[in-house]
T-cell receptor, first 114, second 111 residues
Framework: DSGVTQTPKHLITATGQRVTLRCSPRSGDLSVYWYQQSLDQGLQFLIQYYNGEERAKGNILERFSAQQFPDLHSELNLSSLELGDSALYFC?????????????FGSGTRLTVV | GNSVTQMEGPVTLSEEAFLTINCTYTATGYPSLFWYVQYPGEGLQLLLKATKADDKGSNKGFEATYRKETTSFHLEKGSVQVSDSAVYFCALIPGGNQFYFGTGTSLTVIP
């Protein structure tokens, strides 16, 4: 157990729907990062939050949004889902606002859009 | 820009064989370099890291040396075990917040 908790582990939904993925960072970590892992794109950085504020943005679609709450858990919202959004979504956390010392990853949420 | 290139997999080795997984990078500035491992059904785990040129990262028998002159960070292990079967990702962080990952190399070790 890495200490980073992601729920749900699996999600199957239809095109056009909206889902919310949840991440609780490791105790004491202030930064949360979201990554998408797909077969054709590999691991793509989506977004980072640090202590409730957006810190960095990567290849995140406009249909996707995220936030980090006062208790430091984070949610990734995916809307108007398309078949191509099917992927593993990972959350990672770190103590500081930069990842230069490495992240701790959760075990991921597998999203299947049908 | 920033990018990581890993050798294509899959790699299949017999137990106790020597492992090398090549990784080269392109980066602005002086990045930190990492190897992550992903076991089936799990998230990525940090295997080792190096933060400056000529540093050697090591863990669980795996080693990698940060070579600035060849922009490489090859992963090596002298004697692999069945339990090393996983996908290995080379990654860099150029000093900011975002990791750049390679495409991953799948390793299967057969008894």
């Amino acid at each position: 157990d890495s200490g980073v908790t992601q729920t749900p582990k699996h999600l199957i939904t239809a095109t056009g729907q909206r889902v919310t993925l949840r991440c609780s960072p490791r105790s004491g970590d202030l930064s949360v990062y979201w990554y998408q892992q797909s077969l054709d794109q590999g691991l793509q950085f989506l977004i980072q939050y640090y202590n409730g504020e957006e810190r960095a943005k990567g290849n995140i679609l406009e249909r996707f949004s995220a936030q980090q709450f006062p208790d430091l858990h984070s949610e990734l919202n995916l809307s108007s889902l398309e078949l191509g959004d099917s992927a593993l979504y990972f959350c990672a956390s770190s103590v500081v606002g930069t990842g230069v010392y490495g992240y701790t990853f959760g075990s991921g949420t597998r999203l299947t859009v049908v | 820009g920033n990018s990581v290139t890993q050798m294509e997999g899959p790699v299949t080795l017999s137990e106790e064989a020597f492992l090398t997984i090549n990784c080269t990078y392109t980066a602005t500035g002086y990045p930190s370099l990492f190897w992550y491992v992903q076991y089936p059904g799990e998230g990525l785990q940090l295997l080792l890291k190096a933060t400056k040129a000529d540093d050697k990262g090591s863990n669980k028998g795996f080693e990698a040396t940060y070579r600035k002159e060849t922009t490489s960070f090859h992963l090596e292990k002298g004697s692999v075990q069945v339990s090393d079967s996983a996908v290995y990702f080379c990654a860099l962080i150029p000093g900011g917040n975002q990791f750049y990952f390679g495409t991953g190399t799948s390793l299967t070790v057969i008894p």
